[in-house]
């Protein structure tokens, strides 16, 4: 690791055990924690963002070495890790608590997300247009600590094995 700052990154992508199954493999990033952000509820529980009550969305909040991998970089794991066309959903997990989100934490992540989303769009990967929201970050509560580091801790469990590894085997990433 170089001796310059972290940065901070913030993606809803579906449910944030995907997107942490994911993002644990990328070179530079170097810590993470799944949570909730994008709400109106303080401090809400797991049960009441699942309930859809609290306007939050699951979101994955990385720190990364910029000097390793840039915040581009992520956001093109981000457009491929998930469909960012569906509207609150990603596959059977259903809500706003999984729409597609890019919190952005300053002004140049803000431009490099709308850039990134045009670019993405128009690139013909995506049959349907992205709905991906851009977002000012906001405050991030974390999730408890068994959804922490979850698919790792969790392979052989039956949401893992469905819809985790099949997404890891399709990205070539360890699984």
Known sequence: MSDS??????FGAGCYWCVE?????????????????????????????????????????VDYDPTVVSFRELLGWF?????PTTLNFQGA????????AIFYHDEEQRLDAVE?????????????????????????????????????QNKNQGYCRMVIQPKLEKLGLEY
């Open 79 to 83: 457009w491929r890790l998930h469909n």
């Open 21 to 61: 199954a994911v993002l644990v493999q990328v070179p530079g990033v170097l810590a993470m924690r799944s949570g909730f952000m994008g709400g109106h509820i303080k401090n809400p529980s797991y049960e009441a963002v699942c309930a859809g009550i609290t306007g939050h969305a699951e979101v994955l909040q």
């Open 116 to 152: 990134s989303k045009r670019l993405a769009d128009g690139s013909g990967a995506f049959e349907n247009k992205i709905v991906t929201e851009i977002t000012e970050a906001s405050t991030f509560y974390r999730a408890q600590q068994d959804h922490q580091d979850y698919y790792r």
């Open 93 to 100: 997990d259903v809500g706003t608590q999984y729409r597609s």
């Open 5 to 10: 700052p972290l940065s901070t990154a913030t």
